[in-house]
């Protein structure tokens, strides 16, 4: 494959990751119950704050390890243990957040009945492209597993 779509992709990635931080630090400074609060207050004084922020862990583990399969992709490494150790690390970080957005949507729901269909629509959103994105790392870490042994048992039969 080109080096230059996989670099552009590459690009896209790490765009992603920076509007997730930007989106993470600045949105609660104009959420409507925090317009007039302290900075202290706002991110020291949230516990649903705190959770988000460690909920993103394993979107931004994800983002990572998708740079990372684009730089294997870029150097014809695609057919190697690296790359499916990369998809099965994107699988497993997009099951965490759906496991992170169900808790949170339920402690939502469970605070806060006013936050009902908003917390809800964000939850079926959020929760089905992450099942998505689960569903093809899965496929795909499958494919390029068969893939390999399939290599693997010509290389011995050679």
């Known amino acids: 494959m080109k080096r230059s779509p996989t670099i552009f992709l590459q690009i896209v990635v790490v765009l992603i990751g920076i509007a997730g931080l930007a989106v993470l630090l600045g949105e609660p400074r104009i959420e ?19 959770y988000a922020y460690i909920a993103s862990i394993p979107f931004f583990a994800a ?19 690296r790359s499916v150790r990369a998809l099965r690390i994107i699988k497993y970080c997009a099951m965490a957040t759906v496991g992170f957005i169900i808790v949170g949507v339920a402690g939502l ?26 569903a093809a790392a899965a496929v795909f870490e499958r494919l390029l597993q068969s893939a390999l042994d399939i290599k693997s048992e010509n290389d011995l039969t050679i």
């Open 63 to 81: 983002l990572y390890q998708a740079f990372k399969l684009l730089g294997y992709i870029g150097r014809n490494e695609v057919f190697t243990q």
């Open 109 to 134: 729901l469970l605070n806060d009945p006013e936050e009902k269909p908003p917390a809800i629509f964000m939850g079926i959103i959020t929760t089905f492209a992450s099942s998505v994105i689960a």
């Open 32 to 50: 409507g119950r925090n317009a007039h609060a302290t900075n202290f207050e706002i991110y020291f004084k949230d516990p649903f704050l705190a």
